[in-house]
């Protein structure tokens, strides 16, 4: 493993383990047994590596979501296949996950929300795109694309949180129940 590799590695455990502000460059690359001069080589900064830990593992889930949300069908399939997709990359990255959503609740002019505020509202642009196309089945669902994107990938990141601390599995079962309850509420 290349220096570059292990300082990510290195970085995505402790980040995920402590919280990016816990963390600081000297723990990072005594861990990664390098030098500070090498992590700023590499990544010119604490953010720039965070920033480069985001890009390389988020581009995944973004191929994932891509191929989620191509294939046309109606709401309900579509929305199996993103929670599909979340599920199996949170499955397979689980402490990437549980560092992205801890990022997304840092304080909102924090260097770490700054650094992930674009790959969460990529996510965010997904999930309307979905249902923005479904107004065409349902028209009172015009102009509620945002709250909708929000509210799902809400429950959908709940359902992964809760399963990533061993309440919950993610498999089919799961991502049945979490497409009906969001689409027919908890009455139904």
Do not use: C
Not at 114 to 124: C, E, I, K, N, Y
Not at 160 to 175: D, M, R, V
């Amino acid at each position: 493993m290349n220096n570059q590799t292990k300082i990510l590695s290195v970085a995505l455990e402790l980040f995920a383990q402590h919280g990016y502000d816990a963390v600081g460059v000297q723990r990072i690359v005594a861990a990664a047994e390098v030098t500070k001069p090498t992590l700023y080589h590499y990544f010119g900064s604490k953010k720039g590596l965070l920033l480069a830990l985001l890009e390389s593992r988020f581009s995944d889930l973004f191929q994932l979501l891509e191929e989620a949300t191509a294939i046309d069908g109606n709401l309900q399939e579509r929305l199996s296949r993103v929670v599909s997709a979340y599920f199996d990359f949170a499955g397979k990255n689980p402490e990437f996950y549980r560092l992205q959503l801890s990022l997304w609740f840092a304080p909102a002019h924090s260097e770490a929300f700054d650094a992930a505020l674009g790959f969460s509202l990529r996510q965010q642009e997904f999930l309307e795109k979905v249902f923005v196309a479904a107004t065409g089945q349902n028209k009172k669902m015009e102009g509620q694309h945002q709250a909708y994107a929000a509210t799902f990938l809400g429950m959908t990141n709940t359902y992964i949180g809760i399963a990533l601390n061993g309440y919950a599995e993610l498999n089919q079962s799961l991502i049945d129940r979490t497409v009906h309850q969001f689409l027919y509420g908890i009455f139904q």
